[in-house]
């Protein structure tokens, strides 16, 4: 896996993105406290980032990873969610789900799996 660069995206989600930065759930803010400022075993990670034209709730761009967390807004969208992984893989991108009650419930859980994600993938990248 190399780290795929610069992935365009549709400026007018630009400002969407900022909005649901200021807009946060409890789950992504909870999550984001163990993602930010390289505190993911250095990695760095980004939040609600456009790529393409979705936008990712957290995005390495060393490691080509998409984190999302599924929450009621996503209950019935399921089509459109796969779809979106559909066409966000084609970017090269890998794609972790975890659900919105998983984050509140069970974060070292959560931080494990992307842990233990980073160190199976890690090796196809250069260093964070």
């Keep these: 896996m190399k780290p795929t660069g610069y992935i365009d995206y549709n400026i007018n989600l630009k400002q969407r993105s900022k909005d649901l930065r200021n807009d946060s759930t409890l789950s992504e803010v909870l999550l984001w406290n163990h993602l930010r400022a390289k505190q993911m075993l250095g990695f ?3 939040r609600q980032k456009p790529l393409g034209k979705f936008i990712a ?7 080509n990873l998409v ?5 009621a807004s996503h209950e019935g969208k399921e089509q459109y969610d796969n779809h979106r992984d559909v066409e966000l893989q084609k970017l090269g991108l890998h794609i972790l789900h975890f659900s919105d009650l998983e984050v509140k419930k069970n974060i070292r859980n959560v931080l494990l799996q992307i842990e233990y994600w980073i160190d199976q993938n890690k ?3 250069e260093s964070p």
């Design 44 to 46: 760095q990670f980004n």
């Design 57 to 63: 709730d957290f995005y390495c761009k060393k490691l």
């Design 67 to 71: 984190i999302e967390i599924d929450g």
């Design 123 to 125: 090796s196809n990248t």
